[in-house]
């Protein structure tokens, strides 16, 4: 018997982290698994050790990805109507962050745009064609408030704040084309200010408070909860403060 589409269910809310192997990323994860907490009938986490993997060095592992959470939307009557990519590099192996350009290095600089630019591009690519084409739905990602050019007032950390800064450009410009498909869609840039994860603890200066990223996820969920349609495309910090490019 045909189901009438007035009568039909409504679509269950979807959730999906990628980077959730990280400590904000984990801490979101958690928060949204709340139940009845932030409107969402189920959260997916997806990182570079779940099954499926996502490796941003490897886009079949985006696009077998994104399959996978539109066949889980399919099998369960969902819809994806939040993406948040918490994924990030700032030091590690391939380097660390320069503070004079005599410190410029290729391979650190590769490594940071692939993890910070190229990867959440590659996510946008592949994941916001499942978000859906009515009714609000958000994508955020996490950039940071050194990717802001007009806010540079110290210099240094010339890679992270490029990558970051290409980021922004990735959102801003994946906004415009995400509200032609659905005007009440959202895509920002989040800054989450500083977290205490691995990311940021070495460079933590003495007497900054470190925010436990239990208390940064919430802050995050709390501003994206609360974004209207008109500030799709900015970059906002976890006050819910529109920053400068």
């Known amino acids: 018997m ?3 589409a007035s009568t039909a269910a409504p679509a269950k809310p979807l959730a999906l982290v990628i980077g959730a192997g990280g400590g904000l990323g984990a801490a ?5 698994s709340i139940p009845g907490e932030h409107g969402i009938d189920r959260v997916l986490a997806l990182g570079r050790s779940t099954q499926p993997a996502i490796d941003y060095s490897d886009e079949a592992s985006l696009e077998n990805a994104a399959a996978w959470v ?18 990030g590099f700032l030091h590690g192996a391939a380097g660390q962050p320069e503070r004079s350009w005599a410190q410029l290095d290729a391979e650190y600089l590769s490594e940071v745009f692939r993890i910070n630019a190229i990867g959440p591009a590659l996510v946008m690519k592949h ?19 050194v990717g802001s050019i007009g806010d540079n ?6 890679g992270y704040r490029a990558a970051k800064a290409a980021l922004n450009q990735l959102v801003k410009t994946a906004a415009i084309e995400l509200k ?9 840039a989040l800054h989450p200010g500083t977290v205490d994860t691995a990311l940021s603890k070495p460079f933590a200066k003495a007497g900054l408070k470190l925010r436990p990223p239990e208390v940064a996820a919430k802050e995050l969920l709390a501003v994206l909860a609360g974004l209207e349609p008109q500030q799709s495309g900015t970059l906002v910090d976890y006050q819910g403060n529109t920053l400068p490019w």
Not at 70 to 87: H, K, M, T
Not at 180 to 188: H, K, S
Request: hydrophobic share 50%; net charge positive.
């Open 180 to 188: 032609r498909r659905n005007p009440q869609a959202l895509c920002v």
């Open 127 to 145: 994941f916001l064609p499942l978000l859906p084409r009515q009714g609000r739905c958000v994508a955020g990602f996490v950039s940071a408030k």
């Open 70 to 87: 539109a066949a889980q939307c399919d099998a369960e009557g969902a819809e994806l109507r939040l993406l948040i990519v918490a994924s």
């Open 2 to 4: 045909n189901v009438n």
């Open 153 to 158: 007032a110290l210099g240094g950390w010339y």
């Open 28 to 32: 979101l994860v958690q928060a949204l």
